[in-house]
């Protein structure tokens, strides 16, 4: 289930590139166009969901949230540390109503960082 007018779609579907990170049958991972950390990858579901608010079924969050785990072993953050990000509605900054997981790492954080 894919929407025409979604730019994460256009991604999924190879209509827009994308530096591809990571994908299976349930998601697809690529970094992000606008970096806020030297490590800063997208993790989206194949199956369009606007938010994490939007009804999606406990099996495809489980594969979104496996997926989380494996692109910190690809980008090499997962001994180090990295954070994981959901924004959930415009008042929390997503810009994108495709459901994602930010994956954010490289460089240490300041944990008040307001901008993340």
């Not at 991604?11 to 990571?22: A, H, L």
């Not at 969901?49 to 939007?54: E, F, H, Q, W």
């Not at 406990?58 to 690809?74: P, Q, W």
């Not at 180090?80 to 790492?105: I, K, P, S």
């Amino acid at each position: 289930m894919h929407r025409d007018d979604c730019l994460f779609c256009k991604i999924i579907r190879g209509e827009i590139p994308s530096s591809k990170v990571y994908e299976d049958e349930y998601v697809y991972a690529f970094d992000d166009v606008s970096p806020q950390m030297p490590v800063h990858t997208l993790i989206v579901p194949k199956n369009h969901y606007d938010s994490i608010a939007d009804g999606v079924p406990a099996d495809e969050l489980g594969h979104l949230f496996a997926a989380v785990e494996k692109v910190a072993d690809i980008k090499g953050v997962r001994e180090d540390g990295f954070r994981t990000l959901v924004n959930t509605g415009a008042h929390a900054g997503q810009t994108v109503f495709h459901l994602h997981v930010h994956v954010l790492g490289g460089a240490p954080m300041n944990s008040g960082d307001p901008s993340l």
